[in-house]
Each structure stands twice: as structure tokens, then as C-alpha cells.
């Protein structure tokens, strides 16, 4: 079994920037994918950013490009950090951690369907 915490929500005002961790324990896959995704009230969940624990490969949708980085933790190879900068209401949800064994699909995995195992969630709040 695979778990995740999340950490590092909160209520920030607009132009501020936010970091999550996502700390990843328990019998991890021999390859897998760690993904970020998040779900404001009324709306279906979405992906946000995802690198994989082999080569660390990132996946962004379009909509997330330039304002939300995901890395790995130097120390720490096991958390993975995502990254919010320029934060807007817009940005406003409950944001999840995700992994699930990375497939070979000749495209990245960024459907919620596809991952298996899931953080509690946390909340940010953006400000206007």
C-alpha cells in the first residue's frame, strides 16, 4: 500500500506564491507517477502538474505553464514539491497528491482515473 500527505495550504492573497509537499511512503512501484491535481467547489477535478520517480520527468497542462513548477526534494527523494507562483483567485481549490505506476502510454498520465492512490487533500485559498 502506497500513502500520501500532503502539506503546506493556506490562504495567501493574489500575486503571492505557495509551495506544497507531497511526502510519498509505503511499497512504492518500481516506476511510478507522482501527480498533482486540483478541485475548487462545483467543478470536477483537474490535473495540475506530474513527474515521474524515473527520470523525473514533468508534465504540465497548457492552462499551468510558467506558474506552477513540480521537483523533488534534494534530501528527500520520497516528497515531491509543487511549486505556485503568481497565485490568482482563480487558483482557489482543494489541491490532491497523486501517484500510480507509471505506463507506457506515449502520453502522460494526467486523467484522475489513472491514479490510484491519494492524499487527503489541502486547501488554498487565494485572496483578491
Known amino acids: 500500500q502506497v500513502q500520501l500527505m500532503e502539506a503546506g495550504g493556506g490562504l495567501v492573497p493574489a500575486g503571492d506564491s505557495l509551495r506544497l509537499s507531497c511526502t510519498v511512503s509505503?511499497?512504492?512501484?518500481?516506476?511510478?507517477?507522482t501527480g498533482w491535481f486540483r478541485q475548487a467547489p462545483g467543478n470536477e477535478r483537474e490535473f495540475v502538474a506530474s513527474i515521474t520517480w524515473l527520470g523525473d520527468t514533468t508534465h504540465y497542462p497548457d492552462s499551468g505553464k510558467g506558474r506552477f513548477t513540480i521537483f523533488r526534494d534534494n534530501a528527500d527523494k520520497n516528497t515531491i514539491h509543487l511549486q505556485m507562483d503568481n497565485l490568482g483567485p482563480e487558483d482557489t481549490a482543494v489541491y490532491y497528491c497523486a501517484a500510480t505506476s507509471w505506463v507506457r502510454l506515449g502520453r502522460p498520465q494526467t486523467a484522475p482515473a489513472e491514479y490510484k492512490y491519494w492524499g487527503q487533500g489541502t486547501q488554498v485559498t487565494v485572496s483578491s
Open positions: 509505503g511499497r512504492t512501484p518500481g516506476n511510478y507517477v
